[in-house]
């Protein structure tokens, strides 16, 4: 099913592309999941999660175009709405470059309009290289069990342009369960604890560390593309400082 010329109704199945269509043509996003958190007040109807999202909800919006990412969301629920006669256009983002070329296709051909203003700003915030000496890190996502950012991933190409470098960057997974002797034992020169999708927080986290400098930085900073990209670009190198 191919989009339409005409796109008028969007549902968005992933939390940065709901945020970046809000922020681009509002009046067009009838329909998002739960997990989508921004902008705040987002006011449209809610079509469960990422992973299982309510397609019967879904369709009762009568969606022009559904948006989903090949990470975020399953290909049976894709591959659902398009046997019902939905368009479904899905992104695959895994680094920076890959997100301003997938969102610009993304406004220019799924959603019918011109390229934001803030996306050309995102990239231009996004332009210098990152000063000083590297350093590297572990980025656990997960406790009980232990789980990592691993290869391939859009949160490790943002530290690499950040001057940090995933210790994980080579495993086989992307997402490895790693044993937490091991995890201290590479002795990393940072430990980045985001806030999601496990909620690493002060008194969550730094503690299975001891010796090791933990930095406790925003989710959304680390893993979301779209207009948050400008605002990652000037916080996040001050939380891993």
Same mark, same amino acid.
């Given at each position: 099913?191919?989009?339409?010329?005409?796109? /008028?109704?969007?549902?968005?199945?992933?939390?940065?592309?709901? $945020?970046?269509?809000?922020?681009?043509?509002?009046?067009? &996003?009838?329909?998002?999941?739960?997990?989508?958190?921004?902008?705040?007040?987002?006011?449209?109807?809610?079509?469960?999660?990422?992973?299982?999202?309510?397609?019967?909800?879904?369709?009762?919006?009568?969606?022009?175009?559904?948006?989903?990412?090949?990470?975020?969301?399953?290909?049976?629920?894709?591959?659902?709405?398009? $046997?019902?006669?939905?368009?479904?256009?899905?992104?695959?983002?895994?680094?920076?470059?890959?997100? !301003?070329?997938?969102?610009?296709?993304? !406004?220019?051909?799924?959603?019918?309009?011109?390229?934001?203003?803030?996306?050309?700003?995102?990239?231009?915030?996004?332009?210098?290289?990152?000063?000083?000496? /590297?350093?590297?890190?572990?980025?656990?996502?997960?406790?009980?069990?232990?789980?990592?950012?691993?290869?391939?991933?859009?949160?490790?190409?943002?530290?690499?342009? @950040?001057?940090?470098?995933?210790?994980?960057?080579?495993?086989?997974?992307?997402?490895?369960?790693?044993?937490?002797? $091991?995890?201290?034992?590479?002795?990393?020169?940072?430990?980045?604890?985001?806030?999601?999708?496990?909620? !690493?927080?002060?008194?969550?986290?730094?503690?299975? !560390?001891?010796?090791?400098?933990?930095? @406790?930085?925003?989710? /959304?900073? &680390?893993?979301?593309?779209?207009?948050?990209?400008? $605002?990652?670009?000037?916080?996040?190198?001050?939380?891993?400082?």
């Amino acid at each position: 099913m191919k989009v339409p010329r005409d796109v /008028r109704r969007i549902v968005s199945l992933v939390p940065s592309l709901t $945020e970046s269509v809000a922020a681009t043509v509002p009046e067009a &996003l009838v329909g998002a999941t739960d997990w989508c958190t921004h902008p705040a007040g987002l006011d449209v109807a809610r079509v469960r999660g990422t992973k299982n999202p309510d397609l019967d909800a879904v369709l009762r919006l009568r969606p022009d175009v559904v948006l989903a990412n090949v990470e975020e969301n399953r290909a049976p629920d894709v591959e659902a709405l398009r $046997e019902a006669g939905v368009a479904v256009w899905v992104t695959r983002i895994e680094t920076l470059e890959q997100a !301003f070329a997938s969102l610009e296709r993304m !406004f220019a051909h799924a959603c019918r309009t011109d390229r934001p203003a803030w996306l050309d700003t995102a990239r231009e915030a996004w332009g210098a290289p990152a000063p000083g000496p /590297r350093r590297t890190a572990i980025v656990p996502i997960w406790r009980r069990p232990w789980m990592v950012v691993g290869r391939d991933t859009f949160t490790g190409d943002v530290l690499r342009h @950040l001057g940090v470098d995933n210790l994980y960057a080579g495993h086989a997974d992307r997402y490895p369960k790693i044993p937490l002797p $091991e995890l201290t034992g590479n002795r990393p020169d940072l430990v980045v604890l985001p806030d999601e999708p496990y909620a !690493f927080s002060a008194d969550d986290g730094p503690e299975a !560390f001891p010796g090791l400098p933990c930095a @406790l930085v925003s989710g /959304r900073l &680390l893993t979301w593309y779209g207009p948050s990209l400008t $605002e990652a670009a000037t916080i996040l190198p001050a939380a891993l400082a």
